[in-house]
């Protein structure tokens, strides 16, 4: 293969070269280029995203046994984000996360990570049949906001596990925090585990210097990066990167046909080739742009009256190694809505759509697809909202909330005791008892109020008292609970 350079675009090539080729296809999809597809939604989306719209043919590749233009532009996106491998994903991180820890673990191995890890972790943790041993992630009690886990923490975890086979970290947040990655590589592969990271949050970290370090940089063994999220990769593509060779790369690819399918969307692929060329060669320019825009958005937001947007001033908190700039936390809790509320007036009346509300905030994301005029739009409808006077409960789904809950602090409960393993209590038969008298009974379902998605029950965990009380309160704020089958928790499915 002639070498290769950071201005190319290996597969949007080959796909472009296939359309420009004119071959008469007689294979999937259906549509035949948008040829079958009906008026309505063909000439919406336009007649250049269905053309290469298609299947793994011959010079197209193939994801799950790459061997030609996938292959060559997976190879620049591990050059270009300083990993030895790197791997297309068309099932977002969730497949990655998914892929990593199946990959690093054999049943009943135990992994440590933090309790607000991504519900696909806690798919992992089922599918893999391993122990996962929580760690508590740092919490802002007063903000309802969760940070990472410090390196002391993963240290006496660590310590009080010594048999742990890895380590998983997710950083950042979905609320900009991130760890310091540097001190805990330096203490897990002291002891010769395997760390992993989640950086979903973190796909534009490798570009920028004044963005905190990306987990390639400081030599994770693998990481997954949401492409999709901050960048311009399109809907559900993301990467995986891997560095080193604690992570076995046969078992991995093996891995990853798991949870692939074998007709990826191809659109996906060159979205992925073509975002990497961007980043790579004028990522540095447009995240400066974007950090530019969001200093300025900050410094307006906490002119505000009653508005708090959390920043750098933050760094060195627990949980709060670095700070990705570009992510608005916006606390709206001295306003006396709930961060559910504000979204809502937010979308109703200023059409502004913001990414997660929970409690006392709204988190709005700035990228390099963000303009001067973008963001005046946000801090205008901020502004707007700090003033509102009229009263709340017309925008409220669920009615007035009470004023104790707004206001006040509001603590996690703590990570429950494990009875069985996730796999176990998941698989296993259940009965369905009232949620507000389970207390003692041990979880088969995953409890997750979402955004942002923290599960607060496990399959195979405790029920406690506090944990009912404290779902109940968020139900109570119109908090969307995914997991059990009952999603208002009239009952919960739990171990005969
Ligand atoms: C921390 C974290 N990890 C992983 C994921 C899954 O990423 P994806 O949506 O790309 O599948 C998410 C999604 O929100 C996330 O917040």
Redesign the pocket.
């Known amino acids: 293969m002639p070498r290769l350079r950071q201005t190319d675009t290996p597969y949007f090539d080959a796909l472009r070269h296939y359309v420009d080729s004119g071959t008469q296809s007689f294979h999937t999809p259906g549509h035949k280029q948008g040829v079958g597809m009906h008026k309505r939604l063909r000439d919406f989306i336009g007649d250049n995203v269905l053309s290469i719209d298609l299947t793994q043919i011959r010079g197209l590749d193939d994801l799950n046994q790459p061997e030609g233009p996938i292959l060559e532009a997976m190879r620049l996106a591990a050059q270009a984000y300083g990993a030895d491998d790197s791997y297309f994903?068309v099932?977002?991180?969730?497949?990655?996360?998914q892929a990593m820890l199946m990959t690093a673990l054999r049943p009943g191995d135990k992994v440590l990570l933090p309790r607000?890890?991504?519900?696909?972790?806690t798919s992992a943790l089922i599918m893999s049949a391993t122990r996962p041993v929580y760690m508590a992630p740092e919490v802002d009690h007063d903000l309802h906001i969760d940070h990472c886990v410090t390196p002391q923490t993963v240290e006496a975890s660590l310590a009080e596990h010594p048999d742990a086979v890895a380590v998983f970290i997710?950083s950042?947040?979905?609320y900009g925090s991130t760890a310091d990655l540097a001190a805990i590589e330096r203490i897990v592969h002291a002891r010769d585990k395997i760390l992993l990271i989640?950086e979903?949050?973190g796909p534009h970290l490798h570009f920028h210097p004044e963005l905190p370090p990306s987990a390639t940089s400081i030599g994770a063994d693998a990481c997954?990066n949401?492409t999709?999220?901050l960048l311009s990769g399109m809907?559900?593509a993301?990467m995986l990167h891997a560095i080193g060779d604690r992570v076995d790369r046969g078992r991995l690819r093996s891995t990853l046909r798991i949870f692939q399918s074998t007709s990826p969307q191809l659109v996906l692929l060159a979205s992925l080739d073509v975002c990497r060329m961007q980043m790579a060669t004028e990522g540095k320019t447009l995240l400066t742009r974007a950090l530019a825009l969001a200093r300025d958005a900050r410094r307006r937001l906490n002119a505000l009256p009653g508005i708090y947007c959390m920043g750098p001033d933050q760094i060195g908190r627990p949980g709060i190694a670095g700070y990705d700039e570009t992510r608005l936390v916006i606390t709206v809790k001295d306003l006396g809505y709930t961060g559910y509320e504000a979204e809502r007036i937010l979308r109703m009346r200023y059409n502004v759509q913001v990414e997660l509300a929970d409690l006392f905030n709204v988190v709005a994301l700035l990228t390099i697809g963000d303009t001067e005029a973008s963001v005046a739009k946000l801090v205008d409808a901020v502004g707007e909202l700090a003033r509102e006077d009229r009263p709340i409960d017309i925008y409220a789904p669920t009615g007035v909330l009470d004023r104790r809950l707004k206001r006040g602090t509001y603590r996690i409960p703590p990570i429950p005791e494990l009875v069985v393993t996730p796999r176990e209590a998941f698989l296993s038969d259940y009965v369905e008892v009232p949620f507000k008298k389970s207390a003692g009974r041990v979880c088969v379902e995953v409890v997750t109020p979402y955004?942002?998605?923290i599960p607060i029950l496990c399959p195979g965990e405790r029920i406690t008292q506090e944990t009912i009380e404290y779902l109940r309160l968020e139900l109570k704020a119109g908090v969307h609970i995914q997991g059990p089958v009952d999603e208002r928790l009239g009952t919960i499915r739990v171990l005969p």
Not at 116 to 121: I, L
């Open positions: 994903l099932n977002g991180s969730t497949a990655g996360n607000n890890s991504h519900k696909s972790a997710t950042p947040t979905y989640d979903a949050w997954v949401s999709h999220k809907s559900q993301s955004p942002p998605g």
